[in-house]
């Protein structure tokens, strides 16, 4: 023991030294020789399914990457495809119906009583999604992305921006954002006038065409919006996290449903005619968001609650809770409810009378009237091995349209003018 | 020194995630140990993403450093003896680390003691080998026989090396070297009782942390609360020889070939690294009787089984 005799005093700083060397010199090499960067995929199958109008089944594959300096690459693929029958923003009638389909090949007839679809709508989808997340510099994560989504007759481009700065250990984030979203719509049939009849006509005659034709002012129109966001997240403490978000939405340029019409009907409630909708050309929105993450004894709780109000006059509140329950065996049980209640747009209207005047902007989409909607759910979620995960969702769905104060005149005061609307979402997620 | 080791085929290279208070559990097999990775995150994906960081990086060591595998480089090194191995950079610090082990231990701690397994076998019984056997196989001993550079080792014919001594610290040290990479959140990284933590927990809490020890009844297990550093415990209470009532202890000197007298069953110790604590805890074994006075004149935290 003599030499450590002579060491005793220094033993621990010798040592320190030592280590150094070892653990400091190594972590470059041996870094790039095992952390392994994998890919983690989401794949789904989401069927739903409304009473008597839409279904639509949508597969999702998407594919997350996270490299050894933290960089993260999303990528994600959809699938949609659309079926069934929509409200075209009539009222039901007493009578029977004839409207005349938007790409003007052909007429279809709505028995009386019944809230008039069409039963055109039919669509595929699909769309491409990219996310590139990395840490910038100290305390700042920055990510760009993309969104490539295509339908028989709709594009959408989009582009966005986010940076990030963590303060405070980590325990708050601020973030801004910004997004940037082309639409262009090239309906068949083309685009509409705005406000004019619909063409109600023996298709079959040779003039038909031409007279319908008429009432088309172009084959395309696109919109451009621009989103800006705001967020801070906050750990409250080991068991709770919130957020906050402020998003500013500003869209320009065609924002009218060229397949929506509304009854013109005269003081009897009989439609005389139907004026295909329009919107204005702009609209700002502010949406605000509050989130808190709440992990319980006994499971996890995700609450939020969303508050969007725009320059239609359209506001909105939404509530969303969700509760996981984990089980010993590593499967879980999540319930979810959503509630959500819209005010109507300062120019939506269910009909409108022959004789008043007519005006600027008018529409009788029951998606921007007064409307409620709640969905239940529950999902259940299954540990396979390597840590991947099957999970299964069902959800029912309840669309309530509601007046927004216009009395229903003459005959319309015997049929549904805001039919509601059920549906059931189902979903299998696989995760691995 | 190496503990009770199973087979490695005993077990599936698979991670698992179990949640517990504050965050999640994360265990595998690796290096004859129950490894464990407790990270306080709520959030899962990056727990099972960390965890398999962990996982990866034990493996990695075990493939590369164990004497039990045939294809590691430790076995290339030692079926070699003789001739140059060629070394990458991660190896030619480990061996500098040792080599500074073995001039700070005056030569005590070294890593090729060993072949002297081939005459001692611990084994509770009274087979002590006869002083030619271990003399003759003392020829083969000696870290000061070994060459090496920054490229390459060489051991003299007949050697062998073993970095279990020091193997798994160095395993628990590097994956907090990585994990800390990740994100700053509180980890503990538990192989087979050789630990480390990192990140502060909320509140400066501590961990708490049980020794482990094969002897250990219920009224004897300790807990030591750790907030930061790493300790590392050597010994085993059922390795010896007994004959003629004398207890031959596993722990043997290098320069004698002969078991060190009166070691403590198990010592403990806390360093700043694992690997620190490692080679700290085997030093004082090696001093036997003077095991826990040599490390109080060296002001070293540690806690001692006799």
Request: proline share 4%; glycine share 6%; net charge negative.
């Amino acid at each position: 023991m003599q030499l450590k005799k002579q060491n005793k005093s220094n033993l621990k700083a010798l040592l320190t030294t030592a280590t150094c060397a070892l653990l400091g010199g190594t972590v470059q090499a041996a870094t790039q020789a095992n952390t392994e960067e994998t890919w983690e995929f989401d794949t789904a199958l989401m069927h739903y399914s409304e009473t008597d109008r839409v279904s639509a089944t949508e597969v999702i594959i998407a594919g997350k990457k996270t490299f050894v300096n933290d960089e993260v690459l999303s990528l994600k693929l959809t699938f949609d495809t659309l079926t069934g029958a929509s409200a075209n923003g009539a009222v039901a009638q007493p009578t029977p119906q004839t409207f005349t389909r938007p790409s003007g090949n052909g007429q279809y007839t709505i028995q009386e009583g019944e809230t008039p679809l069409d039963d055109t709508f039919q669509d595929t989808r699909v769309q491409f999604t990219g996310q590139w997340t990395q840490p910038w510099w100290e305390g700042y994560t920055v990510s760009v992305g993309g969104n490539l989504s295509k339908e028989y007759d709709y594009t959408s481009i989009s582009v966005n921006g986010n940076i990030a700065r963590d303060f405070n250990n980590k325990n708050t984030t601020l973030s801004i954002g910004t997004a940037y979203a082309y639409d262009l719509i090239e309906p068949e049939g083309g685009i509409p006038d705005p406000l004019s009849a619909m063409l109600i006509g023996d298709s079959d005659d040779p003039s038909f065409e031409s007279e319908f034709n008429a009432t088309r002012i172009g084959s395309d129109d696109n919109k451009t919006t621009f989103d800006v966001l705001f967020g801070v997240t906050q750990v409250i403490n080991r068991k709770m996290i919130v957020q906050f978000n402020y998003s500013l939405s500003t869209s320009s340029g065609y924002l009218t449903d060229p397949f929506k019409v509304i009854s013109s009907v005269n003081a009897n409630g009989e439609a005389q005619e139907y004026l295909h909708e329009n919107r204005p050309d702009d609209r700002t929105k502010h949406a605000f968001f509050g989130q808190t993450k709440y992990h319980f004894d006994s499971g996890f709780l995700d609450a939020s609650y969303r508050y969007m109000t725009d320059d239609w006059e359209i506001e909105s509140h939404t509530f969303d809770v969700r509760y996981l329950i984990p089980f010993s065996n590593g499967h879980f049980i999540e319930p979810h409810v959503r509630m959500y209640t819209q005010s109507a747009a300062d120019f939506y209207q269910p009909f409108i009378q022959e004789d008043a005047p007519l005006p600027d902007f008018i529409s009788a989409d029951y998606r921007i009237g007064d409307l409620d909607t709640y969905t239940v759910g529950l999902k259940y979620g299954i540990p396979m091995d390597n840590n991947n995960e099957l999970s299964f969702r069902l959800e029912y769905y309840h669309q309530a349209p509601k007046s927004n104060g216009t009395e229903a005149i003459g005959v319309l005061n015997d049929v549904e003018l805001y039919e509601p609307i059920d549906a059931i979402v189902a979903q299998v997620t696989y995760s691995f | 020194m190496s503990k009770n080791r199973v087979s490695k085929t005993s077990s599936s290279r698979t991670v698992q995630c179990i949640s517990r208070d504050n965050g999640f559990t994360l265990s595998f097999f690796a290096m004859a140990s129950l490894c464990e990775v407790l990270i306080d995150t709520h959030d899962k994906k990056l727990a099972i993403r960390m965890g398999n960081v962990a996982a990866n990086e034990a493996w990695r060591i075990e493939d590369k450093y164990s004497r039990y595998d045939k294809n590691s480089l430790c076995s290339e090194i030692n079926a070699n003896a003789g001739n140059r191995v060629e070394i990458d950079d991660e190896t030619y610090h480990l061996i500098e680390f040792i080599q500074q082990c073995y001039d700070l231990s005056d030569g005590e701690f070294d890593i090729t003691s060993g072949v002297l397994r081939k005459a001692w076998f611990f084994d509770g019984s009274d087979n002590i080998p006869s002083k030619k056997r271990v003399n003759e196989l003392l020829n083969f001993v000696g870290w000061q026989h070994i060459e090496y550079s920054p490229t390459y080792i060489m051991l003299k014919k007949g050697m062998e090396i073993d970095f279990g001594g020091i193997g798994k610290e160095y395993a628990v040290d590097r994956t907090i070297v990585l994990l800390s990479d990740i994100a700053n959140i509180p980890v503990l990284v538990n192989y087979g009782g050789d630990l480390a933590v990192s990140g502060q927990k909320k509140n400066n809490e501590p961990w708490q942390v049980g020794i482990e020890h094969p002897s250990f009844t219920s009224d004897t297990s300790s807990f030591v609360t750790l907030t930061s550093g790493a300790i590392a415990t050597s010994g085993d209470a059922n390795r010896f020889l007994l004959k003629d009532g004398h207890r031959y202890s596993h722990i043997l000197n290098i320069k004698t070939g002969w078991p060190v007298e009166l070691p403590p069953n198990s010592i403990t110790v806390a360093a700043p690294k694992c690997i620190q604590a490692g080679f700290l805890a085997t030093l004082a074994l090696l001093q036997g009787i003077d095991a826990e006075e040599f490390l109080k004149e060296q002001d070293i935290l540690h806690w001692s089984i006799r």
